[in-house]
């Protein structure tokens, strides 16, 4: 059975009462935290964005790292860093995970992995943002020039096949 890791939040229309308690540094620091909004207007919709985005630059955190922020909302917004969902069952796959034990070998990479989550904290977001997004790009370019390549490789084939057959 996979269950979602996701830090679930489900604010309301009198969000402000909740704000100390919800909004700290670590807030995105353990998994993926998803801001439900499906039943606010468009008005306090975009407030609580404004109000998120803000709250992210003025505290130097980054909304994709460690985990990654998401807001389910029924409205679609085009100008912003914030991902948006229509529902749960839209959001990423990737964080969900089995109900299992965790053996010695996967209890020493969650060790591993608060150490790295720590230094992360400590670091400059924008700086490993641009890395990975570099990083991500040199990937493209190779996911890119493979496709490329396996078309000449079928445009080959075919060729090959053709000339065999006369």
Avoid: C, G
């Amino acid at each position: 059975m996979n269950l979602p890791v996701y830090k679930f939040i489900k604010l309301k229309n009198n969000f402000h009462d909740d704000i100390n308690s919800i909004f700290k540094t670590d807030l995105n620091l353990k998994s993926p935290v998803v801001f439900n909004l499906s039943d606010l207007t468009y008005e306090i919709t975009e407030q609580i964005v404004k109000f998120i985005e803000t709250y992210f630059k003025v505290h130097n955190l980054s909304l994709k790292f460690p985990y990654p922020v998401y807001v389910i909302s029924k409205y679609e917004w085009i100008v912003s860093e914030i991902s948006f969902f229509q529902n749960e069952k839209d959001l990423p796959q990737f964080f969900s995970k089995k109900d299992t034990k965790i053996n010695l070998k996967e209890s020493q990479l969650v060790l591993k992995t608060k150490l790295l989550q720590q230094e992360l904290v400590s670091a400059d977001p924008s700086s490993y943002e641009e890395k990975i997004k570099s990083y991500s790009k040199k990937h493209k370019v190779i996911y890119e020039l493979e496709v490329e390549r396996r078309s000449y490789q079928q445009i080959l084939n075919h060729l090959l096949k053709e000339t065999q057959e006369e």
